[in-house]
């Protein structure tokens, strides 16, 4: 996607532009060598360059692109297990008017996942070693499990650790006319989770009931610049609902959170503590339509949680036709009712917004 805004940058009259695009590339591919063993390659390629401009004069540009591959085998030892053995090389690279300390950095990683039926149980179990150029070695797992307490209700628990790295535009975003600016002193996220739920799968559809605990070190969030909060909770409960009326689909989900800094008590910035969201889709021979309705509650801008942010509901609408096998048009509709709403304050999010699109899948 290509881009141009222009914008008031200061109570000065100048011509405020900025220059954006934005690209991604990918390629992807299944291979079946017997029928127990399978393979996926992935390759992709994404670049966002942004260059800002006053009066016609260039005054920033900063670039950067992400290049990744992906090697996972697929193997079934039998009915019951299953085993996922991957590798995975990542490389960012940045090129800017500024300088930095270093404008490239590779991710290597290796990841194994064993999932297994067994009379009422179920579980999946996987671990993740990351060898990071710039922030170390770092080992992640996850284990999940299931007991089928009968053929309609399903008692599950997990638990986990992950591993996050700021991106390059957390550590080296340039000074902009706002004063916005990356931070190259942010640590990476570390995490830990734990789960337990219920879920229902009656005759008329599937519900589920879920609560959870997260408590991540030096979570990263953005005021002008970005920062560490030393330590971070986010408690809650979600609510699943997937059902058919009349051939519609319909599925809504809600959720009610507790995102805190464990050193201030506060609410943490720009995240709200209610959630909703509704979904009705229909198929009609080649032709497909749908609605969704999104409920956010309000949140805070700042950490100090002085300047509240109003909740607010967005419609949106779609409508796909199947030209062929292989060819879909697509005409989605966002912000439908062109509510004024903000995410940022000071900053109104897009209004009604209309896309069509034509895409190819084989």
């Given amino acids: 996607s290509n881009a141009r805004n222009h914008y008031d940058g200061s109570s000065v009259n100048k011509n405020y532009v900025t220059d954006t695009v934005q690209q991604i590339l990918g390629l992807n591919n299944n291979i079946s ?4 063993w399978s393979m996926s390659f992935g390759l992709s390629e994404s670049r966002d360059r942004s260059q800002n401009y006053v009066d016609d004069e260039i005054t920033t540009n900063y670039n950067t692109r992400h290049r990744y591959a992906g090697w996972i085998n697929h193997l079934r030892l039998n009915a019951q297990h299953r085993v996922n053995i991957g590798f995975e090389y990542e490389n ?3 090129d800017s008017s500024d300088t930095y300390v270093s404008d490239s950095r590779d991710n290597k ?37 299931g007991y089928q307490l009968s053929d309609e209700l399903k008692l599950t628990a997990n638990a986990g650790t992950g591993f996050k790295t700021p991106t390059f535009n957390d550590l080296y975003y340039p000074l902009d ?39 991540i070190r030096n979570l ?21 609902v997937t059902t058919s009326l009349a051939d519609w ?28 969201n509704m979904h009705l889709d229909r198929n009609w021979g080649d032709w497909s339509t749908g ?9 805070y801008d700042k950490a100090d949680n002085k300047k509240r942010l109003g909740g607010y509901g967005l419609l949106d609408l779609r409508v796909a036709y199947k030209v062929d096998p292989d060819w879909t048009v697509r005409l989605t509709g966002q912000n439908m009712l062109n509510k004024d709403y903000r995410t940022v304050d000071e900053y109104y ?13 084989p």
């Fill in 177 to 215: 006319s706002f004063g916005f600016q990356g931070n190259p002193d942010l640590k990476p996220e570390k995490s830990t989770s734990y789960g337990i739920g219920l879920e229902g799968t009656p005759s008329w559809g599937r519900w589920a009931i879920n609560t959870y605990k997260n408590k």
């Fill in 33 to 36: 060598v017997n029928d127990t």
């Fill in 109 to 145: 990683a290796v990841f194994a996942s064993w999932d297994a039926e067994l009379d009422k149980n179920s579980w999946l179990l996987s671990a993740r070693h990351d060898d990071n150029e710039s922030f170390g070695h770092e080992t992640t797992g996850t284990a999940d499990y």
């Fill in 291 to 299: 609605a969704s309705w999104k409920l956010r509650g309000h949140s």
């Fill in 349 to 361: 999010s897009l209004g009604r917004t209309v896309m069509l699109s034509l895409s190819y899948q």
């Fill in 249 to 276: 689909q319909v599925s809504a989900d809600a959720s009610f959170l507790q995102p805190e800094d464990d050193k201030t008590g506060n609410v943490l910035p720009r995240r709200a503590k209610r959630l909703a």
């Fill in 92 to 94: 960012d690279k940045i």
């Fill in 220 to 240: 990263i969030v953005w005021d002008t610049s970005p920062s560490n909060v030393d330590v971070a909770k986010i408690k809650g409960v979600e609510f699943e």
